[in-house]
């Protein structure tokens, strides 16, 4: 048997002097080396020395190279948890977090090599299962990989363990690149507690947040301690106006409409009401749901005359089962300061739900399911109310099920025209809603579940022609659910909410090409917080990067936010 080099224990007992046939590690690693966790607390001398006296059996294991999705730890011990293989990130990313996990016992040590082409560059002993290189490091990783292979860069990660606790003895190894497309832009965000009912009896601890993805600090705030409920927010992708749901005044319909500056002060005239307009029965009165601005910010378009349906539940993972019953839409012109409905999408044999405009503001689409009688007759009679918020939301999905399928319609300068199905996001069986245009109204990304609205297990995001056509799911979907997703004004990144390793929704971020195929997506950990959900994310048009506050310029009354007759 070969001898590639003596090993030499120095033990507090004495000196014993051990052959072995080992292959030394340190001789095909090079570059940087960094240490973590327990070895950071070594002397320069003493780790590097354990560094040196890693190594691989006489025989190494040929390296896999890790699969993804499902097949993520398939055949193996160790486990890359995130980033999973293939994934792209943009060159402005702040450093990303390396989570990895293992099925037997946890070994002495971790060796983590992070390699251009055949050099590597990096090398990490830890004792950690998790990592986040260092900004001069990431750049390091970045610049190298950018200027040698097109941005591709492999990390290798290796199991340390063994009789002597030195010896390889598991590996796994996955490949990555970086885009030439930057971000470009911050996400707008809202994070609030869990389940939906503790948010709801505590409106001031909602938080609104800016964030800098190139920056590896925490999000800004840009508002929080309102005494009312405030909830889903929109920009208008020219970026003249914010709009967002508030109860001013115990008003469900509440909305502001306000110009984008550094910082954001709400007059009384910035709030609209859309119960200020007549309410189609057998509503009583209008939420305004999921309103959508135009690019202009001209027209904003809402749901409205809403029967919903609405159950709180005490799960932290899906705390709420909701979707309207009835509805149409809405739309409120802000250069003439006036309510109409749009012709096409106010059918009172259906429920017409969550618009969104195309960035050429021609052309509108929605959600919309025929109106089912007896869901409709449990909300009137109040069945739903008596639903126990021990419930479980596959339990009431079963009992209350709708699909909803995306339509288009003509926006005509409001005035409408005849909707139509959109082929790939109607018809299939499934329930499709939340359509979003690519900034070029080359694609629409929508969010589809086996039934409801809102917060679904198993709804995933799927990628359609903005025409119609073949609907395909993004690579970029997690285990969970996937939904509320927003466009990178570049068109290149998508944003969204999505549940994988929390009860809690949290942000991630996915790479789309021009031919709309998606990358695993990246999650956004610097934005998670414990109990907490992270929900509506939103690109900030280049015109409001500057933003830094918003905040009302008169009293807010929250006594008045439970209002009779007016809470959902």
Same mark, same amino acid.
């Given at each position: 048997?070969?001898?590639?080099? /003596?090993?030499?224990?120095?033990?507090?007992?004495?000196?014993?002097?051990?052959?072995?046939?080992?292959?030394?590690?340190?001789?095909?690693?090079?570059?940087?080396?960094?240490?973590?966790?327990?070895?950071?607390?070594?002397?320069?001398? $003493?780790?590097?020395?354990?560094?040196?006296?890693?190594?691989?059996?006489?025989?190494?294991?040929? %390296?896999?190279?890790?699969?993804?999705?499902?097949?993520?730890?398939?055949?193996?011990?160790?486990?890359?948890?995130?980033?999973?293989?293939?994934?792209?990130?943009?060159?402005?990313?702040?450093?990303?977090?390396?989570?990895?996990?293992?099925?037997?016992?946890?070994?002495?040590?971790?060796?983590?090599?992070?390699?251009?082409?055949?050099?590597?560059?990096?090398?990490?002993?830890?004792? @950690? $299962?998790?990592?986040?290189?260092?900004?001069?490091?990431?750049?390091?990783?970045?610049?190298?990989?950018?200027?040698?292979?097109?941005?591709?860069?492999?990390?290798?990660?290796?199991?340390?363990?063994?009789?002597?606790?030195?010896?390889?003895?598991?590996?796994?190894?996955?490949?990555?690149?970086?885009?030439?497309?930057?971000?470009?832009?911050? &996400?707008?965000?809202?994070?609030?507690?869990?389940?939906?009912?503790?948010?709801?009896?505590?409106?001031?601890?909602?938080?609104?947040l800016l964030a800098d993805v190139a920056s590896a600090g925490s999000a800004a705030k840009v508002m929080d301690g309102l005494p009312?409920?405030?909830?889903?927010? *929109?920009?208008?992708?020219?970026?003249? #106006?914010?709009?967002?749901? &508030?109860?001013?005044?115990?008003?469900?319909?509440?909305?502001? +409409? &306000?110009?984008?500056?550094?910082?954001?002060?709400?007059?009384?005239?910035? %709030?609209?009401?859309?119960?200020?307009?007549?309410?189609?029965?057998?509503?009583?009165?209008?939420?305004?749901?999921?309103?959508? #601005?135009?690019?202009?910010?001209?027209?904003?378009?809402?749901?409205?005359?809403?029967?919903? #349906? /609405? &159950?709180?539940?005490?799960?932290? *993972?899906?705390?709420?089962?909701?979707?309207?019953?009835?509805?149409?839409?809405?739309?409120?012109?802000?250069?003439?300061?006036?309510?109409?409905?749009? =012709?096409?999408?106010?059918?009172?044999?259906?429920?017409?739900?969550?618009?969104?405009?195309?960035?050429?503001?021609?052309?509108?689409?929605?959600?919309?399911?025929?109106?089912?009688?007896?869901?409709?007759?449990?909300? #009137?009679?109040?069945?739903?109310?008596?639903?126990?918020? =021990?419930?479980?939301?596959?339990?009431?999905?079963?009992?209350?099920?709708?699909?909803?399928?995306?339509?288009?319609?003509?926006?005509?300068?409001?005035?409408?025209?005849?909707?139509?199905?959109?082929?790939?996001?109607?018809?299939?069986?499934?329930?499709?809603?939340?359509?979003?245009?690519?900034?070029?109204?080359?694609?629409? %990304?929508?969010?589809?579940?086996?039934?409801?609205?809102?917060?679904?297990?198993?709804?995933?995001?799927?990628?359609?022609?903005?025409?119609?056509?073949?609907?395909?799911?993004?690579?970029?979907?997690?285990?969970?659910? @996937?939904?509320?997703?927003?466009?990178?004004?570049?068109?290149?990144? +998508?944003?969204?909410?999505?549940?994988?390793?929390?009860?809690?929704?949290?942000?991630?971020?996915?790479? %789309?090409? $021009?031919?709309?195929?998606?990358?695993?997506?990246?999650?956004?950990?610097?934005?998670?917080?414990?109990?907490?959900?992270?929900?509506?994310?939103?690109?900030?048009? $280049?015109?409001?990067?500057?933003?830094?506050?918003?905040?009302?310029? /008169?009293?807010?009354?929250?006594?008045?936010?439970?209002?009779?007759?007016?809470?959902?």
């Open positions: 048997m070969r001898i590639s080099t /003596f090993l030499i224990l120095v033990m507090l007992s004495g000196v014993v002097i051990l052959l072995s046939a080992v292959s030394p590690v340190c001789a095909e690693t090079g570059g940087i080396w960094a240490y973590q966790g327990a070895y950071s607390e070594f002397s320069a001398s $003493e780790a590097k020395s354990f560094a040196e006296s890693i190594h691989r059996s006489e025989e190494p294991e040929e %390296v896999p190279e890790q699969a993804s999705g499902a097949e993520n730890n398939a055949g193996g011990r160790i486990r890359l948890l995130e980033p999973l293989q293939g994934t792209v990130f943009p060159k402005d990313l702040a450093s990303p977090l390396f989570w990895w996990s293992v099925a037997s016992d946890k070994p002495n040590a971790w060796l983590l090599t992070v390699s251009v082409g055949d050099s590597p560059v990096l090398s990490l002993v830890t004792s @950690n $299962e998790r990592w986040i290189p260092e900004s001069h490091h990431w750049s390091m990783i970045r610049e190298q990989a950018q200027a040698v292979s097109g941005g591709s860069f492999s990390v290798a990660l290796s199991a340390v363990g063994g009789w002597d606790g030195r010896t390889i003895e598991q590996e796994v190894s996955a490949r990555f690149s970086f885009s030439e497309d930057p971000v470009g832009a911050s &996400v707008f965000f809202l994070r609030k507690p869990v389940p939906f009912a503790v948010g709801q009896a505590h409106p001031e601890n909602t938080q609104w009312i409920c405030g909830n889903c927010h *929109a920009f208008s992708p020219g970026g003249q #106006l914010l709009g967002m749901d &508030v109860d001013v005044d115990g008003d469900k319909g509440g909305y502001l +409409l &306000v110009k984008t500056s550094k910082d954001v002060v709400v007059g009384k005239g910035d %709030v609209i009401s859309w119960n200020n307009r007549p309410t189609p029965p057998p509503a009583q009165y209008s939420f305004g749901l999921f309103t959508a #601005l135009s690019y202009d910010g001209r027209f904003a378009a809402s749901t409205i005359g809403e029967s919903s #349906l /609405f &159950v709180s539940l005490e799960d932290k *993972a899906f705390s709420q089962l909701f979707f309207p019953v009835t509805g149409r839409i809405g739309v409120y012109d802000t250069a003439a300061k006036k309510h109409f409905d749009l =012709s096409g999408a106010n059918d009172d044999r259906v429920v017409q739900t969550a618009p969104a405009f195309s960035p050429d503001g021609r052309t509108l689409a929605f959600s919309r399911a025929p109106v089912d009688d007896a869901l409709l007759q449990a909300v #009137l009679s109040g069945q739903v109310k008596g639903e126990p918020s =021990s419930s479980s939301i596959h339990a009431l999905n079963k009992k209350y099920p709708i699909q909803f399928d995306i339509w288009t319609v003509p926006f005509n300068q409001g005035k409408g025209g005849v909707p139509e199905p959109l082929k790939g996001a109607s018809g299939n069986g499934k329930s499709n809603y939340f359509a979003r245009y690519s900034p070029d109204g080359k694609w629409i %990304v929508f969010t589809q579940s086996p039934t409801g609205l809102v917060l679904q297990p198993r709804s995933r995001l799927m990628i359609v022609p903005a025409g119609g056509g073949e609907a395909r799911p993004l690579a970029g979907n997690v285990d969970g659910m @996937n939904s509320w997703h927003s466009w990178s004004p570049n068109g290149r990144w +998508l944003v969204f909410s999505g549940k994988s390793r929390s009860p809690e929704t949290e942000l991630f971020l996915t790479h %789309v090409s $021009e031919e709309g195929v998606a990358s695993p997506a990246i999650r956004l950990f610097r934005y998670s917080a414990g109990g907490q959900a992270v929900m509506v994310p939103e690109f900030v048009p $280049e015109s409001c990067s500057g933003l830094q506050t918003v905040r009302f310029g /008169f009293p807010l009354d929250g006594s008045r936010q439970v209002k009779s007759g007016n809470t959902r």
